[in-house]
Each structure stands twice: as structure tokens, then as C-alpha cells.
């Protein structure tokens, strides 16, 4: 296909609508030649294919529209296809797609870099890296950290997800089924219980010091080089730390030269209603990882630290053939304008506001609904056995599949399978969350 000229805009109407079974026949077709070609370990929450999607909608090819309450994964927080990121991505490839930024530098990289020095937590000298993905991210960390404390140990804590590629399969608290079968993973990694308020009912200081207390007696700050949080868990169910606890192990990290590294892959970029959910957390990361949300579906990550642990590695020590591409950080400085003014986090805090309400409503008139938890644009409820707080994987199942028929696609998440979790863009109108809000209701009633 050649492409002369600047692509379309697809009108994408934003409203639910669906005119076939789902999968409708052309998916089915589509599902049939993807089963001949793709490897059986790639799954598919939602087997449609999609031809367009804007804003908070995506198309399939059959004609549905839904309502879009996965984003990627909390990746398009901006919305698909953002008019600002398409027309970057357009602008940027006229110049040059590619060219390694350390073979020969361009300004976008330094640009992103500058802007995310800017909006991190903390006034102290930092420092940039940027590649590919949220797990690259995490294993450069890993590496920057080793390097700078000359220890080997990396803590990580319960319901965590880091990634998958080796080292980061090790640091997720599932094994299965990120890790099955791929062993052996990378070693070195020491896991501590969390903070789960719903289900621990400890304070953010009791939960910290039953935390350290643990990392004390496994591997001790001797041996440990840092500790990954993410500052809400998002595979592990989106679980907000009591007030206090990620601060308290931050200063216990500085007072034993340990660093501490917010995984803000998935919380960050809006997603909580600001730049980073540490932003509002009274914590200042030593390190800090991001990817999902920044380049408006483009992939980029980066880690954002402090200057003299970003500086102790050699020269040469840190890169790779794509990390910072300039077409993903014309996206990225899309993004970045775009957040500029706030109006976005008040976006993300109106979602809060509708859809977190109306889920509370639910919860009134649903047992079912154990727990509703999250910041901003990053919301879910914890589905139970009525009456208990014990999991229910199979309610999850039913209201994911009701959703599916019915034009709202959902993800679920939690280390029980028994979380759904909500990840909207930003921009989704309330008309679309209260439309949300009527298929969730349905889908309990028809629990
Ligand atoms: C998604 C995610 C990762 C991994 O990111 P990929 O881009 O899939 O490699 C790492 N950490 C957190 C918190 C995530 O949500």
C-alpha cells in the first residue's frame, strides 16, 4: 500500500453498538487464519479484529463498536488515534524514522528526557534513559542500581508484575502463568508480603515494617541493591498501599543505601490524575520506570533517577538499537503538550468522580463487589464470594464475557483472577461511563 499523502481521519462515532454476535463472521474468519500463523502462546481477551479505533471507541470488523475500558492495557490514555500524536507520528516520519540515538543524536530523545526530569517527583538532579518497553525499562533499572550500589539483590513484593523477559518473570509474584515453564529465571530476587488494606486491614506502618522486617531477615540491605514498588499494582488488581507505606520503606531504602524504584509503567502518564501516582503519594523515587501511557500508543519506556545513580554507569554500558525511537518520542512530546495545562487530570478525576461513584453504587446493590479501589482513570472493583472477602474468578468470567456481547471490553486482573479493572482514556465522556455503568449493571444482574 502506498501512502502519499497524509492518512483519512476515520470518523468513529463515539457510541456503543453492536450488530453481530460477537465474534461477528469476519472476526471469526480473521481468528481462523491468526490460529495458523500465531503462536498458541499469544492470547486474546477479546477475539475481534479491529479496523478503527478513536477516542474511547474501537470498531471491529463486522461493524461493533465498544466501549473501550482497556485502552491497550492504560496505553492510549490520551484516546486513539489523539489528533496530536497522529499528526507528530506523520510529521516526525517525514524527517527520519529511525537512526539509533547513540550512533547519532536527535532532539526528540533529549526533549522527552527534559520533560520527564520536569514532571518526576523530586527538584534533585536526575537523569534519563529511554527504550521499548515497561520490561526493559525495569531490567535497565535493575542494571543502573547494581551498578551504583555494587549489590546484587532485587526486592520485590507481593502481587507485583514487573514484566517478561527473564529477570522481570522472576520479579512478577505469579509465576504461572507468566513464568511457567521458562525457567530458570533470573536469581537474586527476594519478595516480601505488601500492603492490601482490603485484606490485611494494616496501616501503612504496619504494613511497612512487616515488609522490612521480612527484607531484613531474607537478604538483608547488605546484599540488597534495590526495591521495585509499583505505587498502585496494576496486574496484581490495581491495590492502593495504606497512606504512609510506600514513604516508610522509602526512608528506610535511604537510610541503608537501597534503591527505591516506583514502577509507574502502569500508573503513570495521567492515569491517577496526574503526572505520576507518586506524584500524590509524598514519596520521592531514587528511580523510576515508566512506559504504558507516555507516547499515546507508540512504544517507549524510560528510567528517570537520580544523577549520580543514572551517571555510575561506564560508557557503552547502557543502550540498544531502538530505545528512545524518534517517531515514538514525537508521540511522547504529544502526550506531554497535551498534559501540559491539566485539563487531562481533571479528565482523569471526572472518571474518577463518574465512574467510581457508579461503581460504588453497584456496590450497594451487589455483594458480589467486595472492594472498589483505584485514582483517577485507573479504577476496579475486587469480585467476592458474597458475604467473604474470598475470590471469585468465576463472577469476573461471567460480567468480562457479558461485557464482551454487549459492546464494553474489559480486562480482568488480580493474583485470583477475581479483580475487574477499569482503564479508560482519559477523554471518555460521562455519557460513555454512565452507558458502562448500565452493561456492569446488567452483567452482576445476570450474575
Ligand atoms: C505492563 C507493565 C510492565 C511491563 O511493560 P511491557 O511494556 O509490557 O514490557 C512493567 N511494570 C508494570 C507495572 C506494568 O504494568
Given at each position: 500500500m502506498t501512502n502519499t499523502s497524509a492518512p483519512a481521519a476515520t470518523v468513529v462515532t463515539q457510541e456503543r453498538k453492536v450488530?453481530?454476535?460477537?465474534?461477528g463472521p469476519k472476526s471469526q474468519e480473521m481468528m481462523k487464519r491468526r490460529n495458523a500463523v500465531v503462536s498458541a502462546g499469544v492470547g486474546a481477551a477479546l477475539p475481534v479484529f479491529i479496523e478503527n479505533a478513536h477516542g474511547s471507541i474501537v470498531v471491529d470488523v463486522d461493524g461493533n463498536q465498544f466501549i473501550d475500558f482497556a485502552a491497550g492495557i492504560g496505553v492510549t490514555t490520551v484516546g486513539h488515534s489523539n489528533d496530536g500524536v497522529v499528526a507528530a507520528v506523520a510529521e516526525q516520519a517525514g524527517h527520519?524514522?529511525?537512526?539509533?540515538f547513540t550512533v547519532t543524536p536527535y532532539e526528540g530523545y533529549v526533549a522527552v528526557a527534559e520533560q520527564l526530569i520536569k514532571h518526576t517527583p523530586g527538584n534533585h538532579d536526575k537523569r534519563v534513559m529511554l527504550a521499548n518497553s515497561g520490561a526493559e525499562a525495569v531490567e535497565n533499572a535493575v542494571k543502573f542500581a547494581r551498578k551504583f550500589t555494587g549489590k546484587n539483590g532485587v526486592g520485590v513484593i507481593d502481587h507485583a508484575y514487573h514484566g517478561r523477559t527473564n529477570l522481570t518473570m522472576g520479579m512478577?509474584?505469579?509465576?504461572?502463568?507468566?513464568?511457567t515453564g521458562f525457567g530458570p529465571l533470573g536469581n537474586s530476587v527476594f519478595r516480601a508480603p505488601s500492603s492490601y488494606p482490603f485484606h490485611d486491614g494494616l496501616s501503612g506502618a504496619e504494613a511497612a515494617k512487616r515488609t522490612l522486617s521480612y527484607f531484613e531477615k531474607i537478604v538483608g540491605a547488605e546484599d540488597l541493591a534495590c526495591i521495585f514498588m509499583e505505587p498502585i499494582q496494576g496486574e496484581g488488581g490495581f491495590v492502593v498501599p495504606a497512606d504512609g507505606y510506600l514513604a516508610a520503606i522509602q526512608e528506610w531504602c535511604t537510610a541503608n543505601n537501597v534503591v527505591f524504584v516506583a514502577?509507574?509503567?502502569?500508573?503513570?502518564?495521567?492515569?491517577?490524575?496526574?503526572?505520576?501516582?507518586?506524584t500524590n503519594m509524598g514519596v520521592v523515587p531514587d528511580m523510576m520506570t515508566v512506559a504504558k501511557g507516555i507516547a499515546g500508543g507508540m512504544p517507549l519506556s524510560a528510567v528517570v533517577g537520580r544523577a549520580d545513580i543514572m551517571d555510575s554507569v561506564h560508557v557503552g554500558g547502557m543502550g540498544g538499537t531502538?530505545?528512545?525511537n524518534p517517531v515514538a518520542c514525537a508521540a511522547a512530546l504529544s502526550v506531554f503538550e497535551q498534559l501540559e495545562d491539566g485539563k487531562l487530570f481533571a479528565e482523569a478525576k471526572r472518571i474518577e468522580k463518574t465512574l467510581g461513584g457508579g461503581l460504588r453504587q453497584l456496590q450497594e446493590k451487589y455483594p458480589v463487589i467486595g472492594d472498589v479501589r483505584g485514582r483517577g482513570a485507573m479504577l476496579a472493583i475486587e469480585l467476592v464470594q458474597p458475604g467473604t472477602k474470598d475470590p471469585n474468578p468465576d463472577a469476573v468470567k461471567k460480567v468480562i464475557a457479558y461485557g464482551a456481547q454487549h459492546g464494553l471490553l474489559l480486562l480482568s486482573a488480580g493474583s485470583y483472577y477475581n479483580v475487574l479493572r477499569f482503564l479508560p482514556?482519559?477523554?471518555?465522556?460521562d455519557a460513555l461511563l454512565e452507558d458502562a455503568l448500565s452493561v456492569l449493571d446488567e452483567a452482576l444482574a445476570s450474575l
Open positions: 450488530v453481530t454476535a460477537i465474534p527520519y524514522t529511525h537512526l539509533c512478577n509474584f505469579k509465576n504461572a502463568p507468566y513464568g514502577d509507574e509503567v502502569q500508573s503513570g502518564i495521567a492515569r491517577t490524575g496526574d503526572y505520576f501516582a507518586t531502538y530505545g528512545g482514556a482519559v477523554t471518555t465522556s
